[in-house]
């Protein structure tokens, strides 16, 4: 009834992979005093889980039928978080495989990506989209084809990416449609109008195949990245055909026409061969920017899993792009190479991750770029790898590094480090992080988790700017497992991932937003599987305590008060009560009683958010005598300690 690829054809796919990798360095050399010549990756280029189950889908290798929601179909959306740890305020539930599937058919994996905004969060999966306000408000839920039917869309979309352009104060996502009976590729992009996702997009769609050595390609996997000028695209090419073959990479660099209403303009480039790469770089993950770069620069692509010919082979390669839009002459790429040591079994590969309940294990995906951020001359990367030796050796392992970027003809790395959950359990296995920055210089990591003894869950830690170097803080539990994972659809591979997202709230610019899957309890049955994802979303980090409260003008019925802090809002309570509430730093208490003791607390809380911080400054003073002059006396508050998390409503 079905038709499904034998072992045999299976072998046969991964043989011409092979054997189009040992051929593809020729196509691609450049002159051979060159030694970026001799490097070679030694990832074997796949598609990614999703382009994987959206290829197989249209050649009916899948074995989908007709939804019936389960059990648990409409879960509540928001419950307190199991570990509180440094949440602010609810975890909240997002889209499940249930309401995927009630939109817009059964879909695996879900390919989190959501970016948070001043005053809402932003969400996509495989293949819907929803905002909620930071109050965990949904005010919008829909499938990605209709969301994107200003552009017409003809086939089922896939691969989202969703991120905050802080520079121009939008969202901006994209999308891959791709059909092989058509042979058709294009990226859908929108980009809202405002901070505001509800007060309306614009759409363009761009054809994004591209003919490589009399090849037509597809995009697979898309990067997605922004500078205060541009927007970046990359994606692996893959043949058309029920062997899709790799052929290489490229990148769009895009202007941002879009955002007024216009058309963006599209430029596409080789980046392996215009750094003077000897082969294609497989997953080439572009850098989100922040703050100012430094001259004349867009942004850094990095790939990894390099080779040298000299015994390291696990370099990290990273190309500077400069002009990106030509405005000199043309965009120019530099490549280097980072040496993290060996982080990674090349010849095993990434194992799929255990889980409790169940022999079958859960895809894990490849050592590919996952993600990048620049900020303040670092810029921070993660990825997935399978360590060499140590006790993490055998098990995929969350990897992230940071590559200092001050002197651009001589990249470094500062510190780099793994991601063990071993405080989650023994022999956890984490894969698909995501990095992002604060202005602090604190990175925030999300990335799943699960081990024989645990289901599947997501999770997050923090490198604190003043921790010592490669270390991270606790994992963080945003949600549990709740049952074990199985939905193949026949296909062999349990999915996961293909990525997850972590970002930093805008509003107050140190708190972050995370947004991952988990396993959630088991129903929907439909060919003997009944495994469920689920998302959620949270937020974390430090809601900053004012650092400074004092008082003067002390009259015996009214004082002056003034404060000090990085919050956009606070809250002044006077005895317990309210008294105050918005973004001043200053406050005139009167009708007060003579000779009387007040105590005043100062709480701080991000823009557009519900939750103070636990903390405050607390400062105690006494009116003076009926009918005396004023107190000439200041009342100043001690300087107090800022802690992290929590939050009160």
Not at 569 to 588: K, N, W
């Amino acid at each position: 009834m079905y038709n499904r690829i034998s072992k045999g054809e299976k072998s046969i796919s991964i043989l011409l992979g092979l054997i189009f990798l040992l051929t593809l360095g020729a196509v691609f050399t450049l002159n051979a005093g060159d030694l970026k010549n001799h490097y070679k990756q030694s990832i074997l280029p796949t598609l990614s889980s999703a382009g994987e189950f959206h290829h197989q889908k249209q050649y009916k290798q899948l074995q989908i039928e007709p939804f019936a929601p389960g059990s648990q179909y409409n879960l509540p959306k928001m419950f307190a978080p199991q570990v509180s740890g440094n949440l602010i305020g609810p975890v909240t539930d997002a889209v499940n495989y249930d309401d995927n599937a009630a939109l817009n058919g059964a879909s695996v994996p879900p390919d989190n990506s959501g970016a948070a905004g001043p005053s809402h969060f932003v969400l996509a999966v495989n293949v819907v989209i929803q905002w909620y306000t930071k109050d965990r408000v949904q005010q919008h839920s829909e499938s990605l084809n209709s969301f994107f039917s200003p552009n017409n869309p003809q086939s089922s979309l896939f691969d989202p990416r969703v991120i905050y352009d802080q520079y121009n104060q939008r969202f901006v996502i994209i999308m891959v449609e791709e059909d092989d009976g058509t042979e058709i590729s294009y990226f859908h992009l929108a980009v809202s109008r405002t901070s505001n996702p509800n007060d309306g997009w614009y759409f363009q769609k761009i054809n994004s195949e591209v003919n490589i050595g009399g090849t037509d390609c597809w995009s697979d996997f898309p990067g997605f990245a922004v500078s205060n000028d541009a927007l970046y695209i990359t994606a692996n090419m893959f043949s058309y055909g029920i062997f899709p073959l790799f052929q290489g990479t490229r990148l769009w660099i895009l202007d941002k026409g879009l955002y007024s209403g216009g058309t963006s303009t599209v430029n596409v480039y080789d980046p392996s061969t215009e750094a003077g790469l000897g082969s294609q770089a497989f997953t080439l993950q572009p850098a989100h920017m922040f703050g100012t770069a430094p001259a004349n620069v867009g942004t850094f692509l990095f790939s990894t899993g390099w080779d040298d010919g000299n015994g390291n082979n696990d370099l990290i390669n990273i190309i500077r792009i400069d002009d990106p839009l030509g405005q000199s002459s043309a965009p120019t790429f530099t490549s280097q190479f980072v040496n993290p040591g060996e982080i990674h079994d090349n010849s095993a590969g990434v194992p799929d991750m255990p889980q409790n309940g169940s022999d079958t294990d859960i895809d894990c995906g490849d050592d590919r770029a996952q993600y990048a951020i620049w900020r303040d001359n670092s810029m921070v990367g993660c990825f997935t790898v399978n360590p060499s030796s140590g006790s993490e050796a055998g098990q995929a392992t969350a990897f992230w590094f940071d590559v200092n970027t001050s002197n651009l003809s001589a990249l470094s790395i500062s510190q780099q480090g793994y991601i063990d959950g071993e405080d989650i359990a023994p022999s956890t296995y984490t894969s698909y992080p995501a990095v992002s920055i604060n202005q602090d210089g604190d990175i925030a990591i999300s990335f799943s988790a699960s081990a024989s003894s645990i289901y599947a869950g997501a999770y997050y830690t923090l490198h604190n700017a003043g921790d010592t170097p490669g270390t991270v803080g606790a994992s963080n539990t945003l949600h549990a497992g709740v049952d074990y994972y199985v939905r193949t659809f026949g296909g062999g591979r349990n999915r996961w991932g293909d990525y997850s997202a972590m970002s930093v709230d805008p509003a107050d610019d140190l708190n972050f937003w995370v947004f991952n899957q988990y396993a959630m309890q088991r129903g929907s049955a439909a060919g003997g599987e009944d495994g469920r994802w689920a998302t959620c979303f949270g937020n974390f980090g430090t809601i900053e305590t004012p650092t400074f409260l004092e008082a003067n003008n002390i009259t015996s019925t009214s004082m002056m008060l003034h404060w000090s802090g990085r919050s956009a809002e606070f809250r002044l309570m006077q005895d317990g009560v309210q008294v105050y509430a918005g973004s001043d730093t200053f406050y005139t208490a009167s009708a007060l009683s003579p000779s009387t003791s007040y105590t005043f607390q100062v709480y701080g809380k991000a823009s557009g958010q519900t939750y103070y911080s636990n903390n405050n400054v607390t400062l105690q003073v006494t009116t003076a005598p009926s009918g005396s002059d004023t107190n000439p006396t200041e009342v100043i508050s001690s300087t107090p300690t800022i802690d992290a998390g929590g939050g009160t409503t």
